[in-house]
């Protein structure tokens, strides 16, 4: 059976507010794939619209969204795991080329998210979590972060210093990363000085600097056959390893909260034996840091670091473009912004220009294999990619 | 559980904002009229459930009995907010928490009885439940004496 291979990536500037509707902004990143993949829309056989719902009026936004991209009558439909719709999509669209039932498929993902007030953002945020159980409590993304870096803390000994230098490192690359929303520098005193908006507390002990922004934003990844790849792309980056992972939704089905994310380990396991690799030959990766503590639980989770030795990699700075192991010199998602579903397709996006040497200022030197973790939820759902050249 | 055709909305009293009125372990909320919190024992294998379920996901039997939740909890994180979801905001701040029992964990509100300083992760608590504004019902931690 053929390999399968990213021949067009695209993304959307990531926005506060983006100035148009949703089939739009889905057009914005579509676009860039297509011009990217040197195909026509007419030859995508079947297209995946990823994104989380309630934040459109739109009902069953894939049929709108493909007839706007031209990708009609092929079929379309929509994929939701919310925060990592678009590599489920990803995933999708490569078991669906593996099984041999279409050679080209896009992967939109698509967010516009700046319609709702950010309280009504955080309404339905909580209402990601368990309804019946746990949202009566009047929880929200950043508490149940908040839980797990308490949890985190206490038994690694973590700082919140060490959480403000994920940031910092962020702020480097968003800078340079001219589709980031956010792109201002950030230091150690932005979150020492009691007066910073930085500094004040959302969940303790997690402060605004430690939380990503929403965003209205879209990306898009072509795949497409092993044959189809290589007569029309110069450089395909293959998929070569999987893994998917679902978690209890309740807190307290969860394992030990101070060990991370069941679903990263659980995905990156699975990742790394499809494609006969480990966490040492991995050059360069985007994981999922929608808040500070998600990238340093995410290095364990993949296997950057021992259990508990997170804080080790940001502190000697190997995160770092230069360092061994560089993780979200896109500025992730603490910098570019989270437009939900469409962030696993803008962080598939960076590592395919990071193979192919295309990310610019952002380059890491040469590398080979990359990898992306995506997290849907508080850790309800986990994708891991590997890619190579 | 239900009274004639009428429909047992009793879960719509749950928490400050309930999202859902009908379930069938609504007994929960008779329980938590009662002072008690409760979880389930399925009858066939005994695993415990809190929160309650009327179906066990181990050998898929639907014949469950209630239990206490009692005894000593230890704190396995908590976490307190400064911003809070819509319809949550008239009682900010408050704090979120997580208390292993062993077999099973409970998660709820930190009474805000105790100040933040006091928490620490690992110490021992016990739950207790709430009254709040319009007949509705919530449980939160305190400190075990
Ligand atoms: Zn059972």
Redesign the interface.
């Known amino acids: 059976m053929g390999r399968v291979a990213i021949i067009g990536v695209g993304q959307s500037a990531f926005v506060r507010a983006y100035p148009g509707s949703l089939r739009e902004l889905a057009f914005e990143a579509f676009k860039e794939a297509v011009e990217d993949a040197k195909v026509k829309p007419g030859e995508i056989e079947a297209s995946l619209i990823c994104s989380a719902p309630e934040y459109d009026r739109q009902r069953s936004p894939a049929g709108v969204i493909a007839e706007y991209l031209g990708l009609i009558p092929q079929p379309t439909c929509y994929v939701e795991t919310v925060c990592s719709s678009s590599t489920t999509g990803v995933i999708m669209a490569y078991s669906m080329i593996k099984a041999g039932l279409y050679r080209i498929v896009a992967v939109i993902g698509v967010q516009k998210m700046s319609e709702l007030s950010s309280?009504?953002v955080?309404?339905r945020?909580?209402?990601g979590a368990d309804?019946?159980?746990?949202?009566?409590?009047?929880?929200?993304m950043?508490?149940?972060y908040?839980?797990?870096?308490?949890?985190y803390m206490?038994?690694h000994g973590l700082t919140l210093e060490d959480l403000a230098r994920v940031r910092i490192k962020s702020s480097l690359y968003g800078q340079i990363n001219e589709k980031a929303v956010y792109r201002k520098p950030v230091s150690m005193e932005d979150f020492l000085n009691p007066e910073s908006r930085f500094a004040?507390?959302?969940?303790?002990?997690?402060r605004v600097g430690d939380c990503c922004a929403n965003a209205d934003g879209s990306s898009c990844i072509i795949l497409a056959s092993e044959d189809v790849a290589k007569s029309v792309c110069e450089k395909p980056v293959w998929i070569l390893g999987v893994g998917s992972a679902a978690e209890a939704v309740?807190?307290?089905?969860?394992p030990d909260?101070s060990e991370g994310l069941r679903v990263a380990k659980v995905a990156a396991e699975k990742a790394y034996r499809m494609a006969g690799l480990g966490p040492k030959d991995i050059d360069v990766a985007e994981v999922h840091d929608c808040f500070t503590i998600a990238e340093i639980m995410a290095y364990e989770n993949l296997g950057f670091a021992k259990p508990g030795e997170g804080k080790e990699l940001i502190r000697a700075k190997e995160t770092y473009k230069e360092g061994s192991i560089p993780v979200n010199v896109d500025g992730g998602l603490l910098s570019k912004g989270h437009p939900i579903g469409a962030t696993g397709g803008s962080q598939v996006r960076t590592i395919v220009l990071q193979l192919r040497g295309e990310a610019g200022p952002m380059q890491v030197k040469d590398p080979e294999i990359g990898l992306v973790h995506n997290i849907g939820g508080v850790g309800l759902y986990g994708n891991v990619i590997i890619m190579g050249r | 559980m239900g009274k004639g055709k009428e429909q047992d909305t009793r879960?719509a009293r749950?928490?400050?904002?309930?999202?859902?009125a009908v379930?069938k372990v609504n007994d929960f909320i008779g329980y938590l009229q009662e002072g008690k919190l409760m979880g389930t024992r399925c009858k066939r294998c005994g695993k415990l459930f809190?929160?309650p379920r009327a179906d066990c996901f181990e050998c898929l039997s639907s014949d469950m009995e209630w239990f206490e939740v009692k005894g000593r909890g230890k704190l396995?994180?908590?976490?307190?907010?400064?911003?809070?979801?819509?319809?949550?905001e008239k009682?900010l701040p408050?704090t979120?928490g997580?208390l292993d029992f062993g077999d099973?964990?409970?998660?709820?509100?930190v009474s805000k009885d105790i100040p933040?300083e006091e928490l620490?992760?690992?110490m021992e608590m016990v739950p207790r439940v709430v009254r709040l504004e319009g007949d509705r019902l919530?449980y939160e931690f305190v400190k075990a004496s």
């Open positions: 309280m009504e955080q309404e945020m909580g209402r309804i019946q159980w746990e949202s009566p409590f009047g929880t929200m950043p508490a149940y908040a839980l797990y870096a308490r949890a206490a038994k004040q507390l959302v969940a303790s002990p997690l309740t807190m307290t089905g969860r909260l | 879960f749950f928490g400050v904002v309930s999202f859902t379930t809190f929160p396995l994180s908590f976490a307190k907010l400064s911003y809070a979801p819509v319809g949550f009682v408050y979120l997580l099973f964990k409970v998660f709820g509100w933040e620490e992760v690992g919530l």
